[in-house]
């Protein structure tokens, strides 16, 4: 039975020791589409009590990385080449969510997007935060 999409994600994930650091975790892996969830830490908040824009960014930004990869050749891994991100509400929540799409695939460049959104228990999801990304395959050299 050959592997599936996920096998390869999650092994990098497993390597990927930033998202460690900062306590998230896959989700969701699919075919092009990828799922990371960090949960609320108070070293990860700014001055205000918020969660930081760059542990929201880089949750965004790693599940647009994965789910670009999901759609790789074996043996290819993926670089950002650039991102934009929205800033829609402050980040208040128990956990943050980020939903990363692929929305063009391509044998070089792959265009991905992501909303980061925070959950509380007994709350609505609320939109945090909006990105959408280029990513660039690479062969590892190695």
Do not use: W
């Not at 892996?29 to 001055?47: N, S």
């Not at 670089?79 to 070089?108: I, M």
């Amino acid at each position: 039975m050959p592997d599936s999409p996920a096998d390869p994600v999650r092994a990098s994930l497993g390597r990927q020791t930033f998202l460690t650091l900062l306590g998230a975790r896959a989700a969701t892996v699919a075919p092009g589409r990828v799922v990371i969830e960090l949960p609320a830490r108070a070293d990860l908040c700014q001055q205000n009590g918020f969660l930081h824009a760059g542990a929201i960014t880089s949750i965004a930004d790693s599940a647009c990385g994965y789910a670009a990869l999901t759609l790789m050749p074996d043996g290819h891994d993926v670089l950002s080449v650039e991102f934009k991100v929205n800033l829609l509400a402050p980040a208040r929540g128990d956990l943050f969510r980020a939903e990363a799409t692929v929305v063009r695939p391509g044998r070089t460049l792959t265009v991905c997007q992501a909303e980061v959104v925070a959950v509380t228990e007994g709350g609505p999801d609320v939109p945090v935060a909006l990105m959408q990304a280029t990513m660039i395959a690479i062969v590892p050299r190695g």
